[in-house]
């Protein structure tokens, strides 16, 4: 087996798991909430600090997001989010606290991006149920 056959089998072994019937199961099936492609503006500071930043959601569930961000952060940082979403004809945000748990370096029209996948902590009192309500609304990544 070569080099590149043993690579491909790595990735499709990281991307699939087993099924209690010995089947594989694509990354998707795995994933415990449904998620939605989503281009909103994300206002952060990290937990501490006061300090304001801006990014940009790529995709968001219930149980997190994916963003991309211009600043280098380690993974386990805690962050204050703002979530910026259109609901009708005003704006409303979605407030919480999330944790970097993913981290993935990536060029873009030559600026430093960086994108993370935060996994959200807590949420601010009835935003959870505005986050469920945007994802059920937008409907499912596919």
């Given at each position: 087996?070569?080099?590149?056959?043993?690579?491909?089998?790595?990735?499709?072994?990281?991307?699939?798991?087993?099924?209690?019937?010995?089947?594989?199961?694509?990354?998707?099936?795995?994933?415990?909430?449904?998620?939605?492609?989503?281009?909103?503006?994300?206002?952060?500071?990290?937990?501490?600090?006061?300090?304001?930043?801006?990014?940009?959601?790529?995709?968001?569930?219930?149980?997190?997001?994916?963003?991309?961000?211009?600043?280098?952060?380690?993974?386990?940082?805690?962050?204050?989010?703002e979530?910026?979403?259109?609901?009708?004809?005003?704006?409303?945000?979605?407030?919480?606290?999330?944790?970097?748990?993913?981290?993935?370096?990536?060029?873009?029209?030559?600026?430093?991006?960086?994108?993370?996948?935060?996994?959200?902590?807590?949420f601010?009192?009835?935003?959870?149920?505005?986050?469920?309500?945007?994802?059920?609304?937008?409907?499912?990544?596919?």
């Amino acid at each position: 087996m070569n080099l590149q056959n043993v690579f491909a089998a790595v990735l499709r072994e990281k991307n699939y798991k087993k099924t209690p019937s010995g089947e594989s199961a694509p990354l998707a099936e795995r994933r415990r909430h449904v998620r939605i492609r989503a281009e909103l503006p994300l206002g952060y500071s990290i937990v501490d600090e006061k300090e304001n930043h801006g990014g940009l959601v790529a995709d968001a569930s219930e149980g997190g997001l994916q963003v991309s961000l211009m600043e280098k952060l380690l993974v386990g940082t805690l962050l204050k989010i703002e979530i910026l979403f259109l609901k009708g004809l005003e704006i409303d945000s979605i407030h919480g606290v999330a944790r970097v748990v993913r981290y993935e370096e990536t060029t873009r029209d030559r600026s430093g991006e960086y994108r993370y996948g935060l996994q959200f902590e807590s949420f601010c009192e009835g935003d959870l149920d505005k986050l469920k309500r945007l994802v059920k609304e937008m409907g499912p990544l596919q």
